[in-house]
């Protein structure tokens, strides 16, 4: 501490006097405290959880100083230092950025344990602090939703230099007709269970702590041996109940190296629907660190307009004829009520983040009637960069990328994130491989490969297991989630007559959301825990959340058609083919519909070393595929780390620096 206090003692001493020099160096140092009084007050003396933080936040001050020095003297990091460098820095550089924060906020630590330390005696209170903030994404005051950004975040003009250069956030205030007006009458949007899918900022609702039973301790606890969740009884077909192991849960933490590891990951589970990206992306900007409210001076400006829910209403509704309309009303607004768009959108850093695959967006020409919207070929977009969880595998002349579809798992920090991936390394993984899906209509050649897959693996009890996904599953996680828009309509009703009468709102519980079978995340992941392999047949699209949850599961993804991963996701994969090969399996679905090959035997050729090097490689992925929980406050220690948000800046700033250096095109050979 004596250090930081030193930086501010003038210096009136000259080379030729040291020992005058340190006299007079140590009288002013007396004096410097003495005149600081009980405000100095030692933090290494006290035990409190702020003593604690004041002295953490002096060692990350002082590495954001450090961190700026070496970028300062030109040290060079090649690409994966420079990402785990960067994800270091925006913990380092978050908060405090001056020396002058940095003592400003330390005052207030010690302020705050003075008074803590008066109010000791007084009687605590019997509610205690939740650390979890109130549904923060999404706030209900008198029947209008609003998005709010944290209390904490800065304002314009304290951002610091070095940690937000070339990554300065617009986020355009839209219509609430664009986006905010879906959340406000959820029910009306006749999208079922929209109402349980958008809480939280567009996490979900949140589910029940992860039980050890969906990873087969207890079989009859984790995956129903009925006909909802399973095909077949007995020994005759495969394997439906996950297989008990011997392993212990472990301790509440534990620690390996300098990581402490948490046990919180239990409660990070969410109900997140697959097409919420552009409702969390909104949420989480509203946050961002480096977000500005110039849009002239900022580096990327988000348009955050709910398209894909937008359409889907309308379709829902029968409104076919209309599913143009909401992408109409947004190339009108920008282009006639807002000028800021219509004299920036040709510098090329406008982004739309769009929760659907792109096909959504792109309804051909010369067929009116097809599905989708025409987005994709109205003028106004043409220079926006266009977000999504599924891109065209050919290359076209615009800038679109795919995101990965968002997981139910969401760590809060990192303590929470290597927790998890301690309990994936972990699994004994007795099964080969898994599938975790339904049927499709075998008319088709998709449905074909799925059929023949289930087929294999009910023939191969013994190192196969099956999570079927059935229609009576997901109609029972519909009507539960329908229930809840039910429950959040009548308090917000009881909410309004509560204002109106001058009494105090009640503080809302999160309901309950009952699931089963390959509808609840958890259940899926258990299965996964105990694969090695798990196969991975197109779904509605190419790509498919379930890939992105083997992954985080530590289980080897298994695709069947080119498209599905190796042209995908350059922002969170290495796009040459080696390096795709190093995550994940490719095996032909003709030759599987075919009969050419039995999937079992081309996974149960890969050898113990090669499992165990492409698992490892799995584990340094998880972290960018994850989504971190922004609704909740992190623990003192806790840690951030760079999750797909991060990620997906990162991208679109390699991608401005590449298009500034005249390099066009596919990031794929």
């Known amino acids: 501490m004596m250090g930081h206090y030193r930086d501010r003692v003038p210096t009136i001493c000259f080379p030729s006097s040291s020992a005058t020099c340190s006299i007079i160096g140590v009288i002013l140092l007396f004096v410097y405290f003495i005149a600081l009084g009980p405000s100095l007050k030692s933090p290494i003396s006290s035990s409190s959880s702020d003593s ?11 590495a954001a100083v450090h961190a700026d020095e070496v970028r300062a003297n030109g040290e060079g990091l090649n690409a994966e230092e420079q990402w785990q460098q960067d994800q270091e820095d925006q913990q380092v550089q978050s908060s405090w950025e001056t020396q002058e924060q940095r003592q400003k906020h330390q005052q207030e630590l010690l302020q705050k344990q003075r008074k803590q330390e008066e109010e000791s005696e007084k009687p605590r209170s019997k509610k205690g602090k939740s650390s979890e903030r109130k549904d923060s994404s999404i706030s209900r005051e008198e029947g209008k939703e609003s998005i709010s950004r944290k209390s904490s975040s800065r304002k314009d003009g304290v951002l610091n230099s070095v940690a937000c250069e070339g990554r300065k956030v617009y986020v355009y205030d839209l219509p609430s007709k664009l986006n905010r007006v879906l959340l406000d009458d959820c029910l009306d949007t006749n999208i079922k269970g929209f109402c349980a899918t958008s809480r939280h900022g567009g996490l979900g609702t949140r589910l029940p702590p992860w039980d050890d039973a969906f990873e087969g301790k207890d079989p009859g606890s984790s995956i129903s041996s009925s006909s909802s969740s399973s095909r077949g009884t007995g020994n005759d077909g495969a394997r439906r109940l996950l297989a008990s192991t011997s392993r212990s849960s472990g301790s509440s933490s534990s620690s ?53 829910w937008s359409i889907w209403s309308l379709v829902e509704h029968g409104l076919f004829a209309k599913r143009d309309d909401p992408v109409i009303e947004l ?51 043409k220079n ?84 079927e996904c059935t229609g009576a599953d997901a109609e029972a996680a519909t009507a539960a989630a329908v229930e809840i828009g039910r429950q959040a309509q009548k308090r917000k009703e009881e909410g309004e007559r509560n204002s109106r009468e001058g009494k105090e709102e009640e503080e809302e519980s999160e309901p309950e959301l009952s699931l089963r079978g390959c509808i609840d995340p958890r259940r899926v992941a258990g299965v996964m825990l105990q694969s090695e392999f798990c196969l991975q047949p197109v779904g509605d699209s190419l790509t498919r959340r379930s890939f992105f949850d083997s992954i985080i599961a530590g289980c080897i993804p298994v695709v069947f058609v080119a498209g599905t991963f190796d042209r995908q996701y350059p922002w969170y994969f290495a796009p040459e083919p080696e390096a795709r090969r190093n995550v994940s399996v490719m095996v032909d679905s003709d030759d599987v519909i075919g009969g050419k090959v039995r999937i079992g035997e081309v996974l149960g050729g890969i050898s113990e070393e090669r499992k165990r090097e492409m698992r490892e490689e799995l584990y340094r992925h998880i972290p960018r595929l994850l989504l971190r929980d922004h609704t909740r406050e992190a623990e003192v220690g806790e840690g951030v780390f760079g999750d797909m948000v991060d990620r997906t800046i990162d991208g679109l700033i390699e991608r401005k620096k590449m298009r500034r250096a005249g390099v066009a095109g596919s990031y794929f050979p």
Not at 52 to 62: F, G, M, V
Not at 394 to 405: D, G, N, Q, T
């Open 52 to 62: 604690k933080e004041l002295h953490r936040t002096t060692e990350i001050a002082d």
């Open 256 to 308: 390996r190296g300098d990581i402490v590891e948490s046990e919180g990951w239990r409660n990070q589970w969410y109900f997140t629907d697959n097409s919420m990206l552009d409702l969390i992306f909104h949420s989480r900007l509203l946050q961002h660190r480096c977000r500005i409210s110039d849009p002239g001076s900022a580096d990327f400006l988000f348009i955050p307009a709910y398209l894909g």
């Open 331 to 381: 190339e009108r607004y920008l282009l006639e009520e807002n000028p800021d768009f219509k004299g920036l959108v040709n510098r090329g850093d406008h982004v739309l983040v769009l929760g659907r695959p792109i096909w959504d967006f792109k309804r051909d020409q010369d067929k009116p009637e097809g599905w989708g919207s025409d987005l994709w070929w109205r003028p106004a977009f």
């Open 384 to 467: 926006v960069t266009l977000v999504t969880v599924e891109a065209p595998v050919e290359w076209y002349e615009r800038e679109v990328f795919s995101i990965p579809y968002p997981t139910c798992f969401h760590p809060v920090g990192s303590a929470q994130l290597q927790g998890w991936i301690r309990h994936v390394r972990e699994q004994p993984r007795p099964y080969l491989y898994s599938f975790v899906g339904g049927k499709r209509a075998h008319a088709t050649r998709e449905g074909s490969l799925r059929g023949v897959l289930l087929d294999d693996c009910e023939k191969d009890a013994k190192r196969c297991i099956i999570l």
